[in-house]
């Protein structure tokens, strides 16, 4: 039987925000008489990881998911409830913690801007303490795995959103974690950029039996990865099963973007609902549990010249609200 990487036990977190009126009398009065709100960003939730496992932990934005990992890797204390991260208390033991698992947030980078990755990667050897010979060995490996030989050398500001976040991603994975925390990996990422960092990600947990913790907007990062999902909205979770119960039970629609070389008249594929539609392309709402994304393509490339095609998932907002709903 599987062990537990990652055990959490009624976890709560409270936020005291300070209040200020409009205007300068409003500032005035915040300064002697200062009015706080309190939010709950996590609201006593429980759930356990077992090693080895791809964990999707998904939601809208605010709904407690970044909050959630920074106590997990000890970044916050929690108010209430406790964490057990391989055997660590987080909150108590952040730096033993530190050498056993990695973090890479989308929006929050941790390669030294003005610099080249390689030198953030020579500075983490040092402060992970690495052997000089196993870490070579390491990043050799990396350096292939994420394609970015030729990122080495170049500021980290000059890259583009996508080369950084393999660089980060990269750096995140230097000192082999047994578990790592990817908050929104592949954010503002084109689809073959979305599609390598995947493939690395599901070589990792196969191949070095690295647990990851994932969190994301993008209903593809979750589809391809994790087994399992936890939904959560308002600080509480709401869904907590198999990401195939959720994809059979809550994702029942996609947008297929359709590009043509001539005008698209008289487009009618019945179960497809128009949503968009300029000269040369249009965008369809397809409910995949009537109509098939086959049927519908062979139906646009028997009546129409098309050069592309783009598939989107529903948003985010729409699976929680589609949770809500049953």
Not at 161 to 171: D, S, V
Not at 294 to 319: G, K, Q, S, V
């Amino acid at each position: 039987m599987a062990k537990n990487a990652i055990q959490v036990k009624k976890l709560r977190k409270e936020f005291r925000i300070k209040q200020k009126a409009v205007g300068f009398m409003g500032g005035l009065v915040s300064v002697f008489s200062p009015r706080y709100k309190h939010i709950t960003a996590v609201d006593n939730i429980s759930f356990s990881v077992q090693e080895g496992e791809i964990l999707a932990f998904i939601g809208p934005n605010g709904a407690g998911k970044s909050t959630t990992i920074k106590m997990m890797t000890g970044i916050l204390y929690p108010n209430a409830g406790s964490i057990n991260v391989l055997g660590f208390d987080p909150s108590k033991e952040r730096q033993k913690l530190a050498y056993h698992i990695g973090s890479a947030f989308g929006q929050k980078p941790q390669l030294w801007y003005h610099l080249p990755p390689m030198d953030t990667y020579n500075l983490f050897a040092r402060i992970y303490e690495l052997d000089h010979k196993a870490y070579l060995e390491r990043l050799d490996f990396l350096i292939q795995a994420f394609e970015i030989k030729d990122l080495l050398m170049t500021p980290v500001r000059k890259l583009s959103l996508g080369q950084r976040m393999r660089c980060e991603i990269a750096a995140s994975l230097l000192h082999r974690p047994k578990i790592i925390f990817l908050d929104e990996p592949t954010i503002g990422l084109d689809v073959i950029a979305k599609q390598n960092i995947r493939e690395v990600i599901r070589y990792l947990n196969e191949k070095e039996k690295v647990t990851i913790f994932l969190t994301s907007h993008d209903a593809g990062d979750i589809e391809s990865l994790a087994k399992r999902t936890i939904v959560i909205n308002y600080g509480k979770i709401i869904f907590d099963d198999t990401t195939e119960k959720l994809k059979k039970d809550y994702i029942k629609t996609k947008i297929v973007e359709l590009v043509s070389d001539s005008p698209i008249r008289q487009f009618a594929f019945p179960g497809g609902k128009i949503v968009s539609q300029g000269r040369f392309d249009l965008k369809i709402e397809l409910d995949i549990t009537q109509n098939s994304i086959e049927r519908l393509l062979a139906y646009a490339m028997e009546h129409y010249t098309i050069n592309d095609i783009n598939i989107f998932d529903p948003p985010m907002e729409e699976i929680i609200a589609g949770i809500y709903r049953s």
